[in-house]
């Protein structure tokens, strides 16, 4: 048995009548495969990830995960049932309807959806891991294990590195003295406190239906343009192309925003086992929120007004300080750390939420069909109604997209407004 981490009961806790509990992998592939092939490659593999046999049980009033002796692959590694062959609008309309179900309980927390047939050619595999159990790091080293395979060597492919910028990181904070590390938190807490005079455009009461589109651009060309901007790393390009997409959003709907609060997650993977388990949980990591600037501003002039902003938050830790002043206030008081989660999540705190996981550098396959597309989701909170995700893949960011369609009817204007802005930086436009 392996109990929960108190991040993993977090995410746990989360997920309600209307807010699911789960992230989402699509794989766009050149070719399509069967459901029974799929099952017949991850039933040699499914051993190399022992995260994909556990169970979620109770045992004496705590969550953990239990190994499962046999896993049902028939129940997990499932075909999608569509009319026909499915064009780009129908991938995603099936990828939303996918997406808004929820996981049976009482299986290990995992499913693939296998898209046999694709309009023009090729396959889709939509495969959902419940966010309780695996973050972006995670997630990807579980796909590492069973799922990607090189094209020369047929077997496991290495990572492009860890999760996010690992800038963001920094030094870890039981190097500091106490006194700097006590300053250094209630500045942090100041930074990243409630905003109760900002309004979020979208702050609403969600359902339980979603939306999702997807978006791409170039990393190598955007490594060149934010080259530019003396110490921009790809995380802030990125923060920059939503910001600009958001910008393009609003000028079509007519409205306007001096600045969107994003809050970007960072990855604390590599730190080592918490809470005195004997191994590392399958979400660790922490934020920090920045003030993305919307108006009248040039794409290198966003990129350098978020890279002044992350650059504060890096070179004083706070996401460190935040994921230790949690803890402190779960073991003082586990009502307290509640409270304080809760205005975290608050959507005067951050408008929204944008997290950069790494993906394989290099191209790979599925059972020696090969990937031509990533893309990463994750689910919208309450109160949210955008969620951005981006991942990248052989050269690529894949940005996903989800969202409430009942406040939020036209997020596909986003991702084509964050395209456009990606061409605007960089002159050039990726085409997947």
């Known amino acids: 048995m392996r109990p929960l981490s108190a991040e993993d009961l977090n995410i746990l806790a989360l997920e309600n009548d209307v807010v699911a509990g789960h992230t989402c992998k699509v ?7 069967s459901a029974a092939r799929l099952r017949a490659m991850l039933a040699s593999r499914i051993s190399r990830a022992p995260e994909l046999s556990m169970r979620l049980e109770k045992v004496e009033g705590a969550f953990c995960w239990v190994p499962t002796a046999d896993i049902d692959l028939q129940a997990h590694v499932v075909a999608c049932e569509t009319d026909g062959a499915l064009d780009g609008a129908g991938l995603r309309c099936e990828v939303a309807r996918i997406f808004a179900q929820r996981l049976n309980r009482s299986r ?16 889709a595999l939509v495969w959902r891991i419940h966010h309780a159990l695996a973050d972006g790091a995670t997630a990807m080293r579980i796909a590492n294990a069973v799922m990607w395979e090189t094209p020369d060597r047929g077997s496991r492919a290495p990572l492009a590195g860890s999760t996010k910028e690992r800038d963001q990181t920094g ?3 039981e190097s500091k003295p106490v006194d700097r590390w006590r300053s250094g938190a209630l500045a942090t807490a100041v930074r990243e406190a409630p905003r109760p005079w900002r309004r979020s455009p979208f702050d609403g009461s969600v359902g339980s239906e979603r939306s999702i589109a997807f978006a791409s651009a170039g990393l190598a060309s955007l490594r060149r343009a934010i080259a530019e901007v003396e110490g921009a ?11 600009g997409g958001l910008q393009r959003w609003l000028e079509e709907r007519h409205g306007s925003l001096h600045s969107v609060r994003v809050k970007v997650p960072v990855s604390l993977h590599g730190a080592g086992p918490v809470d005195g388990a004997a ?18 501003h040039s794409p290198l002039e966003r990129v350098a007004a978020i890279r002044d902003s ?4 890096k070179d004083c830790h706070d996401a460190e300080h935040i994921d230790a002043l949690t803890r402190e206030l779960g073991e003082a008081s586990p009502r307290l750390r509640r409270f304080a989660d809760r205005a975290l999540v608050h959507p005067r705190s951050f408008a929204l939420n944008v997290s950069n996981v790494r993906g ?5 396959q599925v059972d020696r069909v090969s990937v031509r597309g990533l893309y990463s989701l994750a689910e919208i909170g309450e109160r949210h109604a955008l969620r951005v995700a981006v991942v990248s893949f052989a050269g690529v960011l894949g940005f996903g997209l989800c969202a409430d369609p009942s406040l939020l009817p036209d997020v ?5 407004g964050i395209e456009a802005e990606s061409a605007a930086l960089t002159g050039s436009v990726v085409a997947i």
């Open 412 to 416: 596909e204007r986003i991702a084509h």
């Open 233 to 243: 790393t790809v995380n802030d390009g990125v923060l920059s192309l939503v910001a």
């Open 279 to 296: 191994h590392e949980p399958g979400n660790r990591d922490s934020f920090f929120c920045v003030d993305a600037p919307l108006g009248p």
């Open 360 to 364: 394989p550098a290099q191209s790979v």
């Open 171 to 173: 030094v870890r904070p």
């Open 108 to 123: 290990p927390l995992w499913q693939v959806h296998v898209v046999g047939e694709m309009a023009g050619g090729g396959g």
């Open 310 to 313: 992350t650059r504060v938050r």
């Open 27 to 33: 794989i766009m592939l050149r070719e399509g495969i």
